[in-house]
C-alpha cells in the first residue's frame, strides 16, 4: 500500500532554512494521478495548505500565499520523495507539518505522512 | 481565498445517538463542468494525521463505516454520525479544493456525553 514517510529535524533555528522529506512508496512523486502536497498544523492557524505539486507531461506547483517567495517544492525522481524548503523562517512557521498524495481524481487527501513536529527557537 | 467555517466547535453526544457537524464556505465549491462538490471530511484523532472520510460531499471513502454521512452542495454541508461510537471521538474537518488556496475549516471536536 501507499505509504508516506517524513524526515527531518524537530528544531530550526530564527532565519535558517527548514527542511523536511516525505518519501514515498508504493507510487510514484511522478505518477499522473497524484498530487503531493504540503499542510501544516498549529494551534493559531489550524490546518494550513502551504502547497503542491503533480506532474502531467511537466511539473506544475501551486502555492499559498503566506508563503508564496520562501517556499521551495522539488520533487525528486530519482529517490521518489517530495521533499519541503521554507526559508527565513519565524516563531510563527512553528507547526506540525505534513506530506500528503492528492487523489487526482477526486481531490481529496487520501494518504498522509505520520506528521513532524518543527520547533522555531534560538 | 474561501473561508470555510464549521459549527458547533464541539459537541458532546450519548453513544449510539447522532451527531451532526454542518460546514458552510464562503463561496460555492460546486465544479460545474463536472457537478461535483469539492469539499471534503476529514477525521483527526490525537497524534495522529488527518484521515479521509467522504469526498465529493457525500462519497464516503472506501473502509469508512457507513454510519458516516455527508450532503449538501454549494456553500452547505453536514456531516452526520448516525450512532456514535466510542472510537468516533476526534476532531472532524470540512476542506475545500475547489480554488486554491486550498482550506480548511476550524474543526469540531465530538465527544461522548
Known amino acids: 500500500q501507499v505509504q508516506l514517510q517524513q524526515s527531518g529535524p524537530g528544531l530550526v533555528k530564527p532565519s535558517q532554512t527548514l527542511s523536511l522529506t516525505c518519501a514515498i512508496s508504493?507510487?510514484?512523486?511522478?505518477?499522473?494521478?497524484?498530487?503531493w502536497t504540503w499542510i501544516r498544523q498549529s494551534p493559531s492557524r489550524g490546518l494550513e495548505w502551504l502547497g503542491r505539486?503533480?506532474?502531467?507531461?511537466?511539473?506544475?506547483?501551486d502555492y499559498a500565499v503566506s508563503v508564496k517567495g520562501r517556499i521551495t517544492l522539488n520533487p525528486d525522481t530519482s529517490e521518489n520523495q517530495f521533499p519541503l524548503q521554507l526559508n527565513s523562517v519565524t516563531p510563527e512557521d512553528t507547526a506540525v507539518y505534513y506530506c500528503?498524495?492528492?487523489?487526482?481524481?477526486?481531490?481529496?487527501?487520501?494518504?498522509w505522512g505520520q506528521g513532524t513536529v518543527v520547533t522555531v527557537s534560538s | 481565498d474561501i473561508v470555510m467555517t464549521q459549527s458547533p466547535d464541539s459537541l458532546a453526544v450519548s453513544l449510539g445517538e447522532r451527531a451532526t457537524i454542518n460546514c458552510k464556505s464562503s463561496q460555492s465549491v460546486l465544479y460545474s463542468s463536472n457537478n461535483k462538490n469539492y469539499l471534503t471530511w476529514y477525521q483527526q484523532k490525537p497524534g495522529q494525521p488527518p484521515k479521509l472520510l467522504i469526498y465529493?460531499?457525500?462519497t464516503r471513502e472506501s473502509g469508512v463505516p457507513d454510519r458516516f454521512s455527508g450532503s449538501g452542495s454549494g456553500t452547505d454541508f453536514t456531516l452526520t454520525i448516525s450512532s456514535l461510537q466510542a472510537e468516533d471521538v476526534a476532531v472532524y474537518y470540512c476542506h475545500q479544493h475547489r480554488s486554491i488556496p486550498f482550506t480548511f475549516g476550524p474543526g469540531t471536536k465530538v465527544d461522548i456525553k
Open positions: 465529493w460531499a457525500s
Open positions: 508504493g507510487d510514484s512523486v511522478s505518477s499522473d494521478s497524484a498530487t
Open positions: 500528503s498524495r492528492g487523489s487526482s481524481r477526486t481531490g481529496a487527501f487520501d494518504i
Open positions: 505539486a503533480y506532474y502531467t507531461s511537466k511539473w506544475y506547483f
